[in-house]
């Protein structure tokens, strides 16, 4: 998939050499091989797509890897926070990583994406660095919106990522959107990803009607198991195909936020511990992949966990670059806010002196 340009091959782990195993490198086979998406697709207005989906060894393989990329990295990013490296708001990614795997494998980097503040990992997924989203969580000048965006605010626009936004509020703006989407048949996919809780809130206590895939009314909608990285992409194929030729589809992916809403809430409070281990025990999206390795013989638990200790080198030694990169310049505060050749300027010999020039 596209997200694996930034992941680099690992060699491949040997078993121990015995009578029974052979060592044998880890699966890089195109290999095709057809696997039952978990459940089924629940379908309003259209016809749902097979549960039958398409896949590699290869593919299987860069899916593990990006989640538990992106889950090491959101783990870090925990870390990170509590020592007050990272300030202001923080909203973490964790067990909701399928989603963004597997969206992208569906489209290409020639497809356009919006989305909100829970946005690590789309970045990682556009084909984000690790040093670059590091250096942006710490508000370093080296991060992908110069420091200046953080958490909430990631940005690739190279790869046609417009960024992560504030969404508080916004529901009329969505619905305005699917309208005029709908009128115009623009080819538009809006996700929504159900992580069952709004803040705190749960979803049964704040929504008469929690079937989210039929909220856009005349508009088609599909429900996706959001745990299921294959479902997710077997979903995300059928939406461009049907939005490219129909206009637009409204996706719900029902997935699991571990993590609180953000680092200030400890995520505890509005729901049991058990109900959280519960869902890591029997929906978790990289658990579920491995199993589908192992069932297919692609590599070996040693040769996972191999793979696992590198992503973690990977890891930290992002971390210890994006931490010798320089603050932005005190003038940085006042770029990017108008129109070039308009705006606050900083002048002087030292450039600390600013000007203001309005239209």
Not at 74 to 102: M, N, P, T, W
Not at 171 to 176: A, C
Request: proline content about 4%; aromatic content about 8%.
């Amino acid at each position: 998939m596209a997200a694996a340009a930034l992941l680099r091959r690992l060699p491949a782990a040997r078993a121990p050499a015995t009578a029974f195993m052979a060592a044998r490198p880890i699966s890089d086979s195109t290999a095709t091989l057809t696997i039952e998406t978990s459940i089924p697709f629940t379908a309003h207005l259209v016809d749902p797509p097979s549960r039958d989906v398409t896949t590699t060894p290869a593919e299987l393989m860069t899916f593990f890897r990006d989640m538990s990329l992106m889950r090491r990295m959101e783990i870090a990013a925990d870390s990170l926070y509590k020592a007050k490296l990272i300030r202001g708001f923080c909203h973490l990614y964790d067990g909701q990583e399928a989603v963004a795997v597997g969206m992208e494998a569906a489209i290409t980097r020639s497809d356009s994406i919006i989305t909100a503040y829970r946005d690590h990992c789309t970045y990682l997924a556009r084909g984000g660095d690790l040093v670059s989203a590091f250096a942006e969580l710490m508000g370093r000048e080296g991060g992908c919106s110069r420091g200046k965006g953080g958490s909430m605010h990631f940005y690739k626009k190279d790869a046609n990522f417009y960024g992560g936004h504030g969404i508080v509020g916004a529901q009329g703006q969505l619905f305005e959107a699917l309208n005029i989407s709908a009128l115009w048949k623009l080819p538009a996919i809006l996700v929504c990803e159900n992580n069952h809780y709004g803040m705190g809130t749960a979803e049964w206590r704040a929504a008469k009607s929690p079937a989210y895939y039929k909220r856009g009314d005349y508009v088609p909608g599909l429900k996706v198991d959001g745990m299921d990285v294959l479902a997710v992409k077997q979903a995300c194929k059928f939406a461009k195909d049907h939005a490219v030729a129909n206009g637009p589809i409204v996706l719900e992916m029902d997935t699991y936020r571990y993590h609180g809403h953000s680092m200030s809430d400890p995520g505890s409070t509005y729901r049991t511990r058990d109900e959280i281990s519960g869902v890591r025990q029997e929906r978790d999206p990289i658990e579920r992949v491995r199993k589908l390795i192992y069932a297919h013989d692609l590599a070996t638990a040693a040769e996972l966990k191999d793979m696992e200790k590198e992503i973690r080198k990977d890891v930290d030694a992002a971390i210890a670059k994006a931490k010798e990169i320089s603050m932005p310049d005190t003038s940085e505060l006042f770029t990017n806010v108008y129109k070039k050749g308009y705006g606050v300027e900083s002048f002087g010999p030292d450039r600390k002196e600013m000007r203001a020039t309005l239209p």
